[in-house]
């Protein structure tokens, strides 16, 4: 059996020292509750001494969310310590967390004191605790830059006077994966008693290498690993759990070891943290990312169409995501458009499907994703082609609010482009002035028609348009994300509609 891993998560209280992400008593329990069900081993429910409220959201976890330890974070002063029992004695299992600096620089210039008096400061902050709860849980704060001997010193007498739990953070995210790891073995090979407690590490993520970090404790030895959901926290945050827990399950033979996280259950944590804190969640976030488990060029969709495995390492699935998600693109291929034209329900012939295919290349050029509201509207007017006498090739526009609007049109005809300009009351007006001058056909508009397809600021616009060209009335549709192009690919297709009928 592999070694287990504890999961400590701090979004509660590290998590919250992010500028804004303050969270309430009823907030603190709503997340709680979600990380009892995701299976944590701790909850840091919060800072109890540093406020009235905290201390009640702190006292309500404990009270109300069964499971994980509640631990509560005090610095190693009486009253700090005092407070976190109120705030934590009633849990099922409670845990005080008492931490002080052990580097110079903490010391020296934070502290005020120097190396003996803080670290009888330690012990009696250990002792003091000790009295009101079994388990404590001691962090040398700034380990990483603290000076070696003094840390294994520090360490084993806060052992002696009772901690069950030692935990070594990199305060400032100061630490390498190679040397961070060496220095939690170097810990457990010099100071025999952390044999008898559990050895915790508390990652930062200033260098971006928090999570790396961690792994590289866990490979050496560590048993409870701190973090929090979508890695916030002080800064630039702290190790991101969900990363963490899907690293050790991915590679479980290479860490030997294991968590006890109900993985399912983190795509719903990672929302609701990033709803309540109000902190978004970059798109390519490893685990919970919008785009983690989106595919969007051509070569790996059409691998992941052959076979997941071929591009990912996570089933969605495992972390509570519904599927992987195909998102066309320009850079999207043949594999992926037909995959997504069979979920819509069409069934192209061939031919059909490489005009839908051109067009879709034409319309995702301009445009940075197409929707299946697209690629419908893309289809039916492909579909419902009339032969092309004219085709649309391109137009360019002088229009402002104190000038007469001028429209430059190309429309080609059996290989020849035919270009000419127009002027008209209004940009679309001046290219349909332009488009009739090509032709030499006159057409009378009578209703017109304009609406986006799509949502966003880059929606696909559908232009329909009904002209009445010698004497009847022909009906014309035109698609792109340029409105005034949509209105002239639909004039355009009025009048192949006129020449289909007259021929
Ligand atoms: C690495 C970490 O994340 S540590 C946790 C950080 N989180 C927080 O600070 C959030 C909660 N903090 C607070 O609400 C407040 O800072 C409080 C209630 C803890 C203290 O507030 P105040 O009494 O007003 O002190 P203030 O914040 O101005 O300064 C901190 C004091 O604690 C001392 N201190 C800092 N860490 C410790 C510690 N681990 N043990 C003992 N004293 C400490 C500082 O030296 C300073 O003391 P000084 O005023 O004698 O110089
Ligand atoms: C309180 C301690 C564990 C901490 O948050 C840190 O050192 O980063
Ligand atoms: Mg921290």
Redesign the pocket.
Known sequence: MSRKIHIFDTTL??GE?VPGAKLNRRQKLEIAEQLAKLGVDVIEAG?P???PE?LQAVRSVAEQVKGPVIAG?A???PQ?IDIAWEAVQKAERPRIH????SSDIHLQK???QDRESALQ?AVD?VRYAKKYCEDVEYST?DASRSDFEYLCRVVDACIQAGATVINI?D?VGYAIPDQFGELILKLKETVPALDRVRLSVHCHNDLGLAVANTLAAVRNGAEQVECTINGVG?RAGNASLEEIVMAIRTREAFFDAHTDIRTTEIYRTSRMVSRLMNIPVQPNKAIVGANAFAHSSGIHQDGILKDRSTYEIIRPEDVGIKAHTLVLTARSGRAALRHRLKELGYDLTPEQFERVHQRFLNVADRKKEISSQDLNSIVEIELSKVPETYTFESLQIMSGSTMTPLASVTLMKEGTAFTDAATGNGPVNAVFNCIERIIGQQGTLRDYDLKAVTMGKDALGEAMVRVEIGGAIYSGIGTSPDVIEASARAYVNAFNRFFANSH
């Open positions: 209280r590290d020292q800072f001494c540093s406020s905290d974070l610095r190693a002063v700090d008492v931490f002080l600096g934070k502290l005020r400061r902050a704060e953070p305060t002080e």
